[in-house]
């Protein structure tokens, strides 16, 4: 029978065992119109097993940036599928880095991995934030 000593050593939040995140940021200069468009702005969300809570605004007190969801809850399963669709891990990231505008899109979630960049605008990355923004938003 397996013990708390020989288990191996999980990644939590608080008190909930961590099953994969995403995460969408930007770094380097940005431009102006860059800066003032909405769709990309950063965005974490950490998917916990066990459990389907759903915790919005859960990252650095920004409202909408940060969101904790357990891989049963509704919007949890909804996103896990979509990914599972967009196949993020097999995306092919610019060569190269830009002065300006990069964007990227990094994670794991159900051991699937993936360091996606990209540079302003990248209309594929903009239609799965689009998707997921709007499962996050939905009651």
Same mark, same amino acid.
């Given at each position: 029978? =397996?013990? !708390?000593?020989?288990? +191996?050593?999980?990644?939590?939040? *608080? ?5 994969? !995140?995403?995460?969408?940021?930007? $770094?380097?200069?940005? #431009? ?24 919005? *605004? ?14 049963? #809850? +509704?919007?949890?399963?909804?996103? /896990?599928? &979509?990914?599972? $669709?967009?196949? =993020?891990?097999?995306?092919? #990231?610019?060569?190269?880095?830009? &002065?300006?505008?990069? /964007? ?13 960049? #990209?540079?302003? =605008? ?6 799965? /934030?689009?998707? /997921? ?7």
């Amino acid at each position: 029978m =397996p013990t !708390e000593q020989n288990q +191996p050593p999980l990644a939590t939040k *608080g008190a909930l065992r961590t099953e994969g !995140e995403l995460k969408v940021f930007f $770094a380097g200069a940005t #431009s102006k119109e860059f800066e003032r468009d909405r769709r990309y702005r950063p965005i974490t969300v950490t998917f916990v097993a066990g459990t389907n809570v759903f915790l919005p *605004g859960a990252n650095d007190g920004a409202v909408n940036n940060g969101f904790i969801l357990g891989v049963e #809850s +509704p919007k949890g399963k909804a996103i /896990l599928q &979509f990914l599972d $669709a967009e196949r =993020p891990w097999e995306w092919e #990231s610019i060569k190269g880095t830009w &002065f300006a505008n990069n /964007l990227y899109f990094t994670g794991s979630v159900r051991g699937k991995k993936w360091d996606y960049v #990209s540079v302003y =605008p990248d209309r594929k990355l903009e239609g799965l /934030l689009l998707r /997921l923004r709007r499962e996050l938003e939905r009651r």
